[in-house]
């Protein structure tokens, strides 16, 4: 055995390859023995050799290269001109009164960016693609029992018929299992994608890791980490079930009468996923219990306010519910009980027009005629943001306890202010062509995929943006309405399933839309006036009616 390569021998020198190795050359990166140090200097006495123990080695900072001048060093960074520079380049008329810092001060920055990114990396961008990654299989999963029930339902209903339609009933149990295949192949593919992006990430934390080692500069100034693309997160497959139409058993037309699947599909929604984030919320980044809706959506309590005119509704938790109406009064109901537990005036004496409670549990109010958005703390109202110009009307809390106000400017243009605390973080109020998204506004909220949905009742739509403030769509009411009325939007709120629920007083319904836009069906339920709606954890629904002065509590979905 080579007595160099084994693992139990020393280290020896490079030079030589007979002594034990002493000494390391920071510059070079040479290992030698005492004796070897001067033959190694002497070989290019133009650098400037950093000779130290080899026990020390890397303790001193390899500076990068001059691009300009030859065989100097550049220990200094200039922040106009955004590279390193030696004393040379500083000394020159090229970087006058230019700002400088030292190189290690940049060092610094660098290596807290690429510590940030990598922390990025490792505990948001990974896990949200093991999350990806589980919803997909969950719903895998799911369609395989699914389906399986579909076979089910068929064949129970074949055994009912004569044997002339078992052969029909093989060529939709054939349908049913090609479009399984179909389904679960596309969704295969896309976990396979998934899961080649999650062992990139893997390699690409390794590589920052390595990064973050070294002490080589010039590496670190090198080295780009791309983490953009990890960013934009993969669209959400979202297959669509195929319905088994039973029809009467006839001796006639039996391949008619016997039923029919409907077409299944695969829809692909790029706004379907969202960055998991470190809030301390129940299940955060995992998808909520599949829920079905009723047929028959059921009233389960009213509560009586004593407003003269009700208008607002917000769940405080699933046992208590703030409500607002024509006075200056704001109330907290049990919903059990049907008992008032407090209330609270407004600070200006004006009634208020949009109630909302955040995440912590504390009431906001808008007060539009003092133009202002308030929040209760402890039964203290804090003014929060006061505007000019402008005058707020709706206000939802976001996932992230933050504020969305919808506002109104005094030559009536509307728009919808993203805010954190007191500071605004972005301005929704044009489409891509410049347009104007809003015609007004009476209520906002945001849904589990961080859409921020808008009730237009003046334009007669929901107006439904993404995250940067994109349209995604406008739903403009169904026809036939209960009533045939046009359709006015009131209050408006979303469930666990991103499901969108907004009042129709004109029609006294509430309309229910999917994520994309799409009517499922109406909430009649006997309401009059349905104004302000809001759900609880469980997503029982509440409904603030106007004209009976009563919140209604109606189960919609199992």
């Known amino acids: 055995m080579d007595p160099r390569t084994s693992a139990q021998?020393?280290?020896r020198c490079d030079l030589c390859e007979t002594a034990v190795v002493q000494m390391h050359c920071d510059t070079c990166l040479v290992n030698m023995c005492k004796a070897c140090v001067g033959e190694h200097i002497s070989t290019d006495e133009s650098k400037d050799h950093k000779i130290v123990k080899f026990q020390s080695r890397k303790s001193t900072p390899l500076y990068p290269g001059c691009a300009t001048h030859d065989k100097e060093r550049c220990e200094?960074?200039?922040?106009?001109?955004?590279?390193?520079?030696?004393?040379?380049?500083?000394?020159?008329?090229?970087?006058?009164?230019?700002?400088?810092?030292?190189?290690l001060q940049i060092l610094n920055e660098k290596k807290n960016k690429i510590i940030k990114e990598h922390t990025e990396l490792k505990e948001t961008i990974y896990p949200t693609y093991q999350d990806i990654a589980s919803d997909v299989q969950n719903r895998m999963s799911q369609l395989e029992k699914e389906y399986g029930d579909l076979s089910t339902a068929i064949t129970k209903h074949g055994e009912d018929w004569h044997r002339e339609i078992d052969k029909l009933v093989k060529k939709l149990k054939a349908e049913v299992d090609e479009m399984k295949k179909t389904q679960l192949q596309t969704l295969q593919k896309?976990?396979?994608?998934?899961?080649?992006?999650?062992?990139d990430i893997r390699d690409e934390i390794k590589a920052v890791n390595a990064t973050i080692d070294t002490n080589d500069l010039s590496k670190l100034f090198g080295n780009k980490f791309n983490i953009e693309r990890y960013q934009m997160l993969p669209q959400k497959i979202v297959p669509s079930l195929p319905?088994?139409?039973?029809?009467?058993?006839?001796?006639?037309?039996?391949?008619?009468?016997?039923?029919?699947?409907?077409?299944?599909?695969?829809?692909?929604?790029?706004?379907?996923?969202?960055?998991?984030?470190?809030?301390?919320?129940?299940?955060?980044?995992?998808?909520?219990?599949?829920?079905?809706?009723?047929d028959k959506p059921e009233a389960v309590t009213i509560i009586h306010t004593g407003y003269k005119d009700l208008y607002h509704v917000a769940c405080l938790s699933d046992e208590d519910i703030w409500t607002s109406g024509d006075e200056n009064i704001m109330k907290l109901f049990s919903i059990n009980l049907?008992?008032?537990?407090?209330?609270?005036?407004?600070?200006?004496?004006?009634?208020?027009?949009?109630?909302?409670?955040?995440?912590?549990?504390?009431?906001?109010?808008?007060?539009?005629?003092?133009?202002?958005?308030?929040?209760?703390?402890?039964?203290?109202?804090?003014?929060?943001?006061?505007?000019?110009?402008?005058?707020?009307?709706?206000?939802?809390?976001?996932?992230?306890?933050?504020?969305l106000v919808i506002m109104v400017s005094d030559d009536k243009k509307t728009k919808v202010v993203h805010y954190s605390g007191s500071t605004e973080k972005q301005t929704i109020q044009f489409d891509d062509n410049g347009k104007p998204l809003y015609s007004s506004g009476s209520y906002i909220t945001e849904n589990r995929?961080?859409?921020?949905?808008?009730?237009?009742?003046?334009?007669?739509?929901?107006?439904?943006?993404?995250?940067?403030?994109?349209?995604?769509?406008?739903?403009t009411g169904h026809t036939p309405a209960p009533k045939n009325k046009p359709f006015s939007p009131l209050g408006i709120t979303t469930d666990s399933q991103s499901h969108i629920l907004t009042a129709d007083d004109n029609n006294n319904c509430v309309h229910?839309?999917?994520?994309?836009?799409?009517?499922?069906?109406?909430?009649?339920?006997?309401?009059?006036?349905?104004?302000g709606l809001c759900l609880d954890t469980n997503d029982n629904l509440?409904?603030?009616?106007?004209?009976?002065?009563?919140?209604?509590?109606?189960?919609?979905?199992?």
């Open 243 to 294: 319905k088994f139409l039973p029809g009467k058993i006839h001796e006639k037309e039996l391949h008619d009468r016997f039923g029919a699947l409907e077409l299944s599909s695969l829809t692909s929604d790029k706004h379907g996923y969202s960055m998991k984030t470190a809030q301390k919320s129940p299940k955060a980044g995992s998808s909520p219990p599949v829920k079905q809706l009723l």
């Open 190 to 199: 896309h976990l396979d994608e998934i899961t080649k992006t999650m062992s």
């Open 9 to 11: 021998d020393v280290m």
């Open 542 to 558: 509440f409904v603030a009616q106007w004209i009976r002065r009563q919140v209604k509590k109606i189960k919609y979905m199992q």
């Open 449 to 475: 995929i961080l859409d921020i949905c808008v009730s237009d009742r003046e334009a007669g739509e929901i107006v439904v943006v993404n995250q940067a403030g994109k349209l995604r769509f406008r739903y």
């Open 76 to 103: 200094m960074y200039c922040k106009q001109c955004d590279i390193p520079v030696c004393n040379t380049c500083i000394a020159s008329d090229q970087h006058l009164g230019h700002k400088f810092f030292t190189i």
């Open 338 to 403: 049907g008992s008032l537990l407090k209330s609270i005036r407004t600070k200006s004496g004006n009634e208020p027009s949009d109630i909302a409670v955040t995440k912590s549990g504390d009431l906001v109010y808008i007060d539009t005629n003092d133009r202002t958005v308030n929040i209760v703390k402890n039964m203290k109202i804090k003014e929060v943001i006061r505007l000019q110009n402008w005058r707020p009307r709706g206000v939802c809390s976001t996932s992230s306890d933050d504020l």
């Open 512 to 531: 229910i839309i999917d994520q994309n836009g799409q009517f499922l069906r109406y909430i009649e339920c006997g309401l009059s006036g349905p104004m």
